[in-house]
């Protein structure tokens, strides 16, 4: 079973900055894309940003210019960094990986943005 460990988020001011990171543990190069999901209290999961196999970038339209989406092969890992936070950014992120055949979530960390 593929597990995805997201890094802790925390609390953040406005304007501030954070970077997410996701261990995987398996091989990312086997996976067709890898992203970032949110959820916030009563809305439903979205996504944020993902990253394909080859390279290629896709970003929610809230978040673009302020967000950035990597991935380290070598280091199965997957990153989001995040700058100039809002508000309504608060939320659980989920690092997602999909293949042709099987998806995979983590389990979420809280990411706060408040004065």
């Known amino acids: 079973q593929v597990q995805l460990v997201e890094s802790e988020g925390g609390l953040v001011q406005p304007g501030g900055s954070l970077r997410l990171s996701c261990a995987v543990s398996a091989s990312i190069v086997s996976f067709n894309r890898m992203a970032w999901y949110r959820q916030a209290p009563g809305k439903e999961r979205e996504l944020v940003a993902l990253i394909a196999s080859g390279g290629s970038t896709n970003y929610a339209d809230s978040v673009k210019g302020r967000f950035t989406i990597s991935r380290d092969n070598a280091k199965n890992t997957v990153s989001l960094q995040m700058n100039s936070l809002k508000s309504e950014d608060t939320a659980v992120y989920y690092c997602?990986?999909?293949?042709?055949?099987?998806?995979?979530w983590g389990q979420g960390t809280q990411v706060t943005v408040s004065s």
């Open positions: 997602h990986a999909a293949s042709v055949t099987r998806q995979y």
